[in-house]
């Protein structure tokens, strides 16, 4: 029972490091596609990451929110003593978001690119940042209690900064292969060309950085270079590096969609080895048992876990299908599909307005929910505030329908402005 | 490692720097909440404009939604960000509360990041959609935007009703144990109306909000179809909000003078336990037992002071009493608004036409932000010294690590800058010509 939140932890930082991972790399490809040239490419990478955005970084929220519930005491160590990279990461999240948003309202080539400055260095900062945080808690740096460790070495140490580089290579790399494979389903094949050359860096980059990972943490970290190089962790070593060169050799040839679940695979086998090598600790000396919350709340979460993913899995299909198949891309057709009623039938159309009638029923029956919520307690209380709020919804809908008196004066849409 | 060295751990810790701690908390709150008002009653706004679509087959509301949609998505995308920050300070700033109480509360948190996500996806949807599916199918992706608003701040909520009035756990060597997620979450008497005050607050300011964006427009000579429709939209969900705003306020009141007595005493400055207490208005006027009326409806009830409790447990008065007659001042202002908009707009079936209403409508914008601040500060700073009512002490959950001031004033400059950026993106969407979201059969809609 106490292990099941950790695996599931596990699975969303997996999630965000492909899904959110892919995203900061598109970020970070910016700074290479700089001025009038590289507009093609950037108008590319934010058409093809805009509909997932928001969607890629509710992951995050997800990690935090399990790690606290489920693991509290050793969740408030980790924020206390990592909290300057942690912090940064949250300015880096801030900044990107703001440029994310900004970018919609740029119309000089100036503008925009000085956007775009500020959202690739936010988007190389934050998982550079978290990264250092990984580091610190799989080095065993951060000791149980109120800020216990080092405010500046349990972050900055081999481990930290070669998991902060790597998760930028990381990250570089997916987006790369993401948006090589998206260029050419909308058939941009010089797009997609540059990103496969891109992809073919960045993976030889990270690759460089992960083969060179088991001599640092030899030295740095060896709790987890043992756990890496014996048993289940080992195998989950091998099988990252397998799939990563694997993903490259898609890469090479040009078989994008498959090179994309690959690199999938390699980022989930390593972060599935590092839990296997810190099995059973946590923290130094907090094993997942002890750190586990009572049974009582990860059952509840389990549950809400399970109803959430009910709703939410067919949701993110949804969202994925529409984005996978094109549908909004900009050479798509509108869809045919029965047209609104037009103007001149509705005008007709009685009912398409609310009366007077409906607008003073609906506003007597929020009178009267009104009425009972303010002098009654108890169940009696909570029928008024279902009669005051329903009362309501169906006041504005008939308040808001209401024709206008007079025939519109000005055309629309209007000449002076 | 055995339990009671865990619990110990995150014992008191010394922090020069609570206040500023407290403030960086408040600072990110306030920047989170006005966006929280848009996330909730926006969607039902732009959806309600789209249905009006399909129904009248009127282009000015397909115009309206289609703007408001965008809006909508940036204020969505800024929300995203200051609500992780919001997440990420729960551990900087407050790691004791979180490792002794986060697996009381956590479940709700974990059911507002699935509502969080529900709408991250249908927003997408909804947003890069038009045009895209079939009309019908496109307003029903937007059903899901509304619902997964509303249940994401429940779930938020019903942590902070657990805060305010907790239960579903006992404390044993400072651990809790014996926890009730659900029924500390759900069980709570503080839920229902600190939910409905929040949901009708979030009508409130949205509505007001473009009122006041709309209604400069009108003041300067624009009475254009497309500033009417927003305007009647906006200003209607609001108008209906502000006078039901007073009904729920009073159920908070009566809610809070029974769990919570010290608060409400601070409401008023209440020191001494009084039967029949009276309300003061500033400057100097005294409205005999009207306490006593307000809080119990029974002018003869007895009112808990200040007193009653050593100085150590009692809030800041001051802050608490400025920020609870400012909520109140302001929402009985905007009630009255409220009245007058509705009646203009049922009874001559158009909107105000006298210069007063539209300069008070303006003001009335930014006024219900004062306000939601003002009622957050009321409920929050009145909860103080306690961080969990009665059972954990703020001091007790916050960080023992250095840097709060550094930290703090960065957060104070990213944010400030966001502002700007914010109403800088705003200015310029609005500036956009209306032909571009008037045409059904554009392929432009991707740099929305």
């Not at chain 1, 300015?91 to 959202?119: C, D, K, M, N, W």
């Not at chain 2, 599916?133 to 307003?139: D, E, F, W, Y």
């Not at chain 2, 029903?140 to 608003?149: A, D, E």
Request: aromatic content about 10%.
């Amino acid at each position: 029972m106490a292990e099941i939140p950790i695996v599931l932890i596990l699975v969303g930082l997996a999630a965000y490091t492909v899904l959110g991972g892919a995203d900061f790399g598109a970020g970070l490809w910016e700074l290479t596609a700089r001025g009038e040239r590289g507009s093609a490419l950037r108008d590319h990478t934010h058409r093809s990451m805009a509909p997932v955005w928001e969607a890629n970084h509710v992951w995050l929220i997800f990690v935090l929110v399990m790690a606290w519930t489920c693991y509290p005491e050793a969740f408030g160590s980790i924020a206390s003593t990592l909290t300057i990279p942690l912090f940064v990461a949250g300015v880096g999240i801030i900044l990107r978001g703001a440029a994310y948003a900004l970018r919609a309202g740029t119309t000089t080539p100036r503008e925009e690119g000085a956007i775009s400055l500020l959202f690739a260095l936010s988007s190389i900062l934050t998982p550079f940042a978290l990264g250092l945080v990984v580091g610190g808690i799989a080095s065993g740096r951060v000791p149980v209690g109120n800020a216990q460790g080092d405010e500046i070495t349990s972050w900055w140490n081999g481990t930290s900064l070669l998991i902060g580089v790597l998760a930028v290579a990381t990250a570089a790399y997916l987006a790369a292969v993401y948006l090589a494979a998206d260029a050419r389903r909308i058939g941009s094949d010089d797009v997609a060309e540059a990103f496969r050359t891109r992809a073919l860096v960045a993976g030889l980059v990270a690759g460089a950085l992960a083969a060179a990972g088991p001599f640092i943490l030899s030295s740095d970290a060896p709790d987890i270079y043992d756990g890496l190089t014996s048993g289940a962790g080992l195998v989950a070593l091998l099988a990252s590096g397998v799939a990563g060169v694997a993903a490259l050799a898609l890469v090479v040839t040009r078989r994008y969609g498959a090179a994309r679940l690959v690199a999938a695979a390699a980022v989930a086998a390593i972060v599935a080895g590092w839990g296997l090598a810190q099995r059973p600790e946590i923290l130094p000396g907090l094993t997942i048992d002890e750190a586990a919350a009572s049974d009582t709340t990860i059952t509840a979460v389990l549950i809400g876990f399970a109803v959430g993913l009910l709703i939410l899995a067919p949701s993110l299909a949804y969202l994925f299908r529409l984005l996978l198949t094109g549908r909004f891309d900009p050479a798509t057709a509108p869809q045919p599909g029965p047209a609104p009623a037009d103007a001149a039938a509705a005008a007709a159309d009685p009912t398409a307005h609310s009366s007077l009638r409906t607008t003073l029923i609906t506003g007597a029956v929020t009178a009267l929910g009104a009425g009972i919520t303010f002098v009654s307690n108890g169940p009696l209380r909570s029928i008024g505030v279902a009669l005051m709020l329903g009362g309501a919804f169906a006041c504005f809908l008939a308040v808001a329908s209401l024709d206008e008196a007079d025939p519109p004066a000005v055309p629309f849409p209007t000449p002076e402005r | 490692m055995p339990l009671d060295l865990i619990a110990s751990a995150f014992g008191p810790v010394q922090q020069e720097y609570l206040l500023e701690a407290r403030q960086m908390q408040a600072m990110s709150f306030v920047a989170h909440i006005p966006l929280v008002c848009f996330g909730v009653a926006f969607p039902a706004l732009v959806v309600f404009a789209e249905w009006r679509h399909h129904r009248t087959g009127d282009p000015v509301y397909r115009t309206l939604a289609r703007r408001w949609s965008k809006i909508m998505l940036a204020l969505f995308a800024v929300g995203v960000v200051s609500g992780t920050i919001l997440s990420f300070e729960l551990g900087l700033l407050w790691p004791g509360f979180m490792a002794t109480f986060g697996d009381v509360f956590g479940l709700g948190f974990t059911l507002e990041g699935f509502s969080f996500f529900i709408e991250a996806i249908f927003i997408a949807i909804y947003v890069y959609g038009w045009d895209r599916l079939p009309p019908r199918t496109h307003l029903l992706t937007g059903i899901p935007v509304i619902v997964s608003g509303i249940t994401g701040s429940f779930f938020v909520i019903a942590v902070n009703a657990w805060m305010n009035n907790p239960s579903g756990f006992r404390m044993e060597n400072g651990e809790a144990v014996d926890v009730d997620p659900w029924g500390a979450l759900f069980g709570n008497s503080y839920l229902a109306h600190e939910m409905v005050h929040m949901y009708v607050a979030a009508y409130i300011v949205a509505g007001f909000l473009l009122g006041s964006i709309y209604g400069w427009q009108w003041l300067k000579g624009n009475r254009s179809r497309y500033v009417r429709t927003a305007l009647t939209i906006s200003l209607t969900a609001a108008a209906i909000a502000a006078p039901v705003q007073l009904i729920v306020g009073d159920w908070a009141a009566r809610t809070v003078a029974k769990e919570q007595p010290i608060k409400l005493a601070s409401f008023e400055d209440l020191q001494e336990t009084t039967k029949g207490a009276p309300f003061d208005i500033p400057p100097g006027i005294e409205i005999p037992d009207m306490l006593s009326l307000l809080a119990f409806h029974d002018p003869n009830a007895t009112v808990i002071g200040l007193d009653s409790v050593p100085p150590d447990d009692r809030p800041p008065v001051g802050i608490v009493r400025a920020s609870f007659l400012t909520m109140v001042a302001i929402g009985s202002l905007l009630a009255a608004l409220a009245a007058v908009f509705l009646y203009v707009r049922v009874r001559k079936r158009r909107l105000p036409e006298s210069r007063w209403f539209w300069r008070a409508a303006i003001a009335a914008g930014p006024l219900s932000v004062v306000a939601l601040i003002a009622g957050w500060v009321t409920t929050e700073v009145g909860r103080q010294p306690w961080v969990v009512y009665g059972v954990m002490r703020t001091e007790d959950a916050v960080t023992g690590a250095g840097g709060i001031p550094i930290g703090y004033a960065t957060l104070a400059i990213v944010y400030a800058g966001v502002l700007a950026a914010v109403i800088w993106i705003l200015r310029r969407l609005a500036a956009r010509p209306l032909e571009e979201d008037a045409a059904t059969t554009t392929g432009g809609s991707g740099h929305g």
